[in-house]
């Protein structure tokens, strides 16, 4: 960046099943987006970008805060940090020279992971179109991977299907239990 090196957040290089994708430089890994778990967030660059979006209630707030610092110039960096982590009962997959993961979350956060990383793609598919486009191609094998090997698959796939909806509206927001993504209509 016209700034050199100031990162925005430091993370974990590998917080569990979780592998990122980037460049390496100056003893870190460069990449777009971490997770919250374990990454330490400069306060005066959070402070710069403003408070997380609440609105995104619980999955992809983490990432929403490093696009929002990327395009700010900030490095959003990976370090060799120990750290054990697990995602719900996730369960990692290796295809081909990727590793995927079938999270086994309930329908619940189905719902607001497929809805929160859409309305981010919608918010920065013109300044980022590759992550975007990497981000949907994301999504769409999590779901994939969800209709055909997880539990409570009816239920999951209505929740994914109406994080779909809700993102193409624009609706962000806590649901309500009447807007239980799970039941059907």
């Not at 460069?30 to 997770?35: A, D, G, N």
């Not at 997880?150 to 239990?177: N, P, T, Y």
Request: with cysteine.
């Amino acid at each position: 960046s016209e700034r050199g090196f100031v990162p925005g957040v430091v993370a974990p290089r590998d917080p569990g099943p979780v592998r990122y994708r980037g460049t390496e430089g100056r003893g870190f890994l460069s990449t777009s987006e971490v997770i919250q778990s374990g990454a330490m967030f400069s306060l005066s660059q959070l402070g710069e970008i403003g408070d997380f979006d609440e609105r995104l209630v619980i999955d992809a707030v983490d990432s929403q805060a490093c696009l929002r610092l990327g395009e700010r110039g900030y490095d959003i960096v990976c370090a060799d940090l120990p750290m054990g982590h697990r995602l719900g009962e996730a369960i990692g997959f290796e295809v081909g020279s990727r590793r995927v993961l079938l999270t086994r979350h309930p329908p619940q956060r189905h719902y607001y992971m497929t809805r929160n990383r859409l309305l981010l793609v919608r918010e920065h598919a013109l300044r980022r179109p590759g992550w975007a486009m990497a981000t949907v191609r994301k999504t769409l094998v999590a779901a994939a991977l969800t209709a055909t090997l997880d539990d409570d698959r009816a239920g999951k796939v209505s929740a994914i299907a109406r994080g779909v909806r809700d993102a193409l509206r624009g609706r962000a927001g806590r649901i309500s239990v009447r807007r239980d993504p799970s039941r059907r209509p």
